[in-house]
């Protein structure tokens, strides 16, 4: 059997069951559009996973840096309020810089999953519309 002949017969036994007709031409070519978004979609979620990678590089290699700089600063001299004060405002800014890389891995997670997930909603839209307008047009 050729190609030709098995979708003659599918196109067949469609008829006879009353389906509507396909326009086979038009649902290859929506599914690799499909495939296309699939792609985009992961390139898109790759080039995210290696942004937050180095985010999280530059987060340790920063948190390093300052602590050893905070550590070879600290002489604890003086009353125990000042030492008390020093370790507080040392505590403080180690608090505001964990808050600030956490906000700024969550915001790159946040764009990373919106735009891989974006075109892959769009991609289904167009598909569910492609696939109304397919239905009864076979050639």
């Known amino acids: ?15 006879r069951l ?3 007709k396909v ?4 649902l290859v070519d929506m599914n690799l559009k499909n495939l296309d ?3 985009r979609s992961a390139q898109a979620a790759g080039e995210g996973a290696k942004a937050l990678a180095e985010k999280q590089r530059e987060i340790v290699e920063t948190a390093f840096r300052e602590t050893s700089a905070m550590v070879r600063d600290f002489k604890p001299v003086g009353n125990p309020q000042e030492i008390v ?16 890389n956490t906000r700024d891995v969550a915001e790159l997670t946040k764009k990373t999953t919106k735009e891989a997930t974006g075109i892959l909603r769009e991609r289904l ?11 009864g047009r076979a050639k």
């Not at 059997?1 to 008829?15: H, R």
């Not at 326009?23 to 038009?26: L, R, T």
């Not at 569910?128 to 397919?134: F, G, I, V």
């Open 1 to 15: 059997m050729t190609t030709d002949s098995i979708l003659e017969q599918m196109k067949a036994f469609g008829a």
């Open 23 to 26: 326009d086979v031409d038009k």
């Open 18 to 20: 009353g389906l509507p």
């Open 37 to 39: 978004a699939l792609g």
């Open 85 to 100: 004060a020093k370790q507080s405002e040392y505590a403080k800014k180690a608090f505001e810089i964990a808050m600030q």
């Open 125 to 135: 839209h167009e598909s569910l519309a492609e696939l109304r307008d397919s239905i």
